[in-house]
C-alpha cells in the first residue's frame, strides 16, 4: 500500500460512491448518572447507523452483569447491532464458555475476543488462569467451537507490547484468524503510516480478514500519551505541538482533537479505508463531530444534503 502524506479534509464526492462505515466501543457505566449518559450517547452515535457499537468486560467477568445490562440497553434502544467483549483473564474455559452461553440467549451473534490486560494493569505481567485458555487465539478458537458466531480480535500496528518480535506479532493474528476470527480491529495509532506498513505485511501471511483502523478521539492529551507510552503507540511529533497548551482549554482542546482525527481518518480514507472503529470512551460529542466532518450522518441529513 503506497502511503501518502496527511491530506486537507476534503468533500465526501471527491472520493468514491462508497459511504465509509463506523463502529463505536462503549463501556459498562458505574453510576445511574454515568448510565443515563450512556444512554444519551448509544442514542446520539445511533443516528450514524453505524456497523455495530461493542461493549467491554472486565477482567475475569467483573462487569458481566453490567455489561449484559448494557448489551439489553442497545438492543432495546436502537436498532443497531451489539457486540460483547469477552477475555481470558481471571476466567476458567467453563466460565467462558457460560458467558458465550449467556450472549447466545441475548441474541449477541457478535463476540470481540481478547486475551485482556493483566489484572492490575499494563505493569503487571499477564499470568493465563489455570483452567482457563492461555491467549487470545485460543480464546477464538473456543469460541469457535460453541457458536456460529461473528468474532473479532484485536491487532496491533506498532506491535503488542509484550510481544518477541513484529514476528511474534504477526504469527499470533494469523492463529486467531485461522482458529476462526472474521475481522480484527486495531489499538489506537496516530501515526498512519505505521498501519499502512502493518497492512502490508499481514496482507504478505497470506491474512486476508479486514483489518480496521481503531481511532481514538483525544479528550485528554496527557492520558492518551501517558497510555500509548504503555501500549508502545507512536505519538508523532505534530501531534505533541499541535495540543501544546491547550491542557487548560478544553473547548479549544476539542476542536483540535475533532480535526486531528478527522484528518487522521480521511487520509486512511484516500487510500481506501472504509470502516473505521472509535473508542468513545462514552462521550458522543467527538466522534458524532468528527463523523460529521467526513460526511457522515443520518441518512435523511445526508439526502437533504444532496
Given at each position: 500500500m503506497t502511503m501518502h502524506p496527511t491530506t486537507p479534509i476534503r468533500p465526501l464526492e471527491e472520493f468514491d460512491s462508497n459511504r465509509i462505515e463506523v463502529s463505536f466501543e462503549l463501556f459498562p457505566a458505574k453510576t445511574p448518572g454515568a448510565g443515563k449518559t450512556l444512554e444519551e450517547t448509544?442514542?446520539?452515535?445511533?443516528s450514524l447507523e453505524p456497523r455495530f457499537f461493542s461493549v467491554t468486560y472486565g477482567a475475569g467477568g467483573s462487569t458481566q452483569t453490567e455489561t449484559s445490562s448494557t448489551l439489553d440497553m442497545i438492543r432495546n434502544e436502537v436498532a443497531?447491532?451489539?457486540a460483547g467483549h469477552l477475555t481470558c483473564v481471571g476466567a476458567s474455559r467453563a466460565d467462558?464458555?457460560?458467558?458465550?452461553?449467556?450472549?447466545r440467549s441475548m441474541g449477541i451473534k457478535h463476540i470481540v475476543a481478547l486475551r485482556g490486560d493483566p489484572s492490575g494493569g499494563l505493569d503487571n505481567a499477564y499470568c493465563p488462569h489455570p483452567e482457563g485458555y492461555a491467549n487470545a487465539a485460543a480464546l477464538v478458537a473456543g469460541i469457535r467451537s460453541l457458536g456460529d458466531f461473528e468474532i473479532s480480535v484485536a491487532a496491533y500496528p506498532e506491535k503488542h507490547p509484550e510481544s518477541s518480535s513484529v514476528e511474534a506479532d504477526l504469527a499470533m493474528l494469523g492463529a486467531k484468524v485461522e482458529n476462526g476470527a472474521t475481522r480484527a480491529i486495531t489499538q489506537f495509532f496516530f501515526d498512519n503510516a505505521a498501519y499502512y506498513r502493518y497492512v502490508d505485511r499481514v496482507r504478505a501471511r497470506g491474512i486476508d480478514v479486514p483489518i480496521v483502523p481503531g481511532i481514538v478521539p483525544i479528550t485528554n492529551f496527557e492520558r492518551v500519551c501517558a497510555f500509548a507510552r504503555k501500549c508502545g503507540a507512536t505519538i508523532p511529533r505534530?501531534?505533541?505541538d499541535r495540543f501544546a497548551g491547550l491542557e487548560g482549554d478544553p473547548e479549544t482542546m476539542k476542536l483540535v482533537a475533532a480535526a486531528v482525527a478527522a484528518e487522521q481518518v480521511a487520509a486512511l480514507r484516500d487510500q481506501g479505508v472504509r470502516h473505521f472503529h472509535f473508542y468513545t470512551l462514552n462521550r458522543a460529542d467527538l466522534a458524532y463531530a468528527i463523523c460529521r466532518l467526513l460526511g457522515v450522518g443520518p441518512k435523511s441529513v445526508?439526502?437533504?444534503a444532496a
Open positions: 448509544v442514542r446520539r452515535l445511533a443497531v447491532p451489539a467462558t464458555a457460560a458467558m458465550v452461553e449467556r450472549y505534530t501531534l505533541v445526508v439526502r437533504q
